[in-house]
């Protein structure tokens, strides 16, 4: 994990999902500079909800080919929401609910590959993690903190 770190050095690792946010407050959808249709922000993320969506709600099965090659991130997504089903289901808005549930997915992930490299940490690792909120061309994008951990060199949260 830290193999390309300096034997003096820190890492600054940054996760999280992004959502868009258009100028008029709707959440998953984005206006972009030279692009008159407002398109869906995360285009993954509301993919594998609606996935999520028809499993939950019956109309759609889960499909065997989760891990497909030719769109493996697409399918990894999908996989990491399936636990999130009855939260989004029962959330009052899916949109606004689903780039945390999002998040809480990638969190598990990436503490557990710290964890598991967490013996190739040479002087400290921090972690950062939340939402990145992507907005139209004419505003600031924002960043939504959540987590903030310093590890120290053994591994330990400081």
């Not at 991130?73 to 089903?85: K, M, N, R, T």
């Not at 990145?132 to 120290?152: E, K």
Request: hydrophobic letters at 35%; a negative charge.
């Amino acid at each position: 994990m830290a193999a390309h770190i300096p034997d003096d050095g820190y890492c600054l690792v940054v996760h999280g999902p992004h959502v868009g946010i258009t100028k008029d407050g709707l959440i998953g959808k984005v206006e972009r500079p030279g692009i008159a249709l407002v398109d869906n922000c995360c285009g993954s993320a509301i993919a594998a909800s609606n996935y999520l969506k028809g499993i939950t709600d019956g109309g759609a099965k889960i499909t065997t080919k989760l891990q497909s090659f030719t769109d493996f991130q697409q399918g990894a997504v999908q996989e990491l929401i399936l636990p999130f089903g009855k939260r989004l289901g029962e959330a009052e808005n899916r949109m606004k609910e689903l780039p945390y549930a999002l998040y809480d997915s990638q969190d598990i992930l990436v503490r557990d590959i710290i964890n598991t490299g967490k013996g190739g940490i040479k002087k400290g690792l921090a972690l950062l993690g939340g939402i990145q909120i992507n907005t139209g061309p004419d505003t600031l994008d924002y960043f939504h903190p959540l987590r903030f951990d310093l590890y120290d060199e053994n591994g330990k949260v400081v």
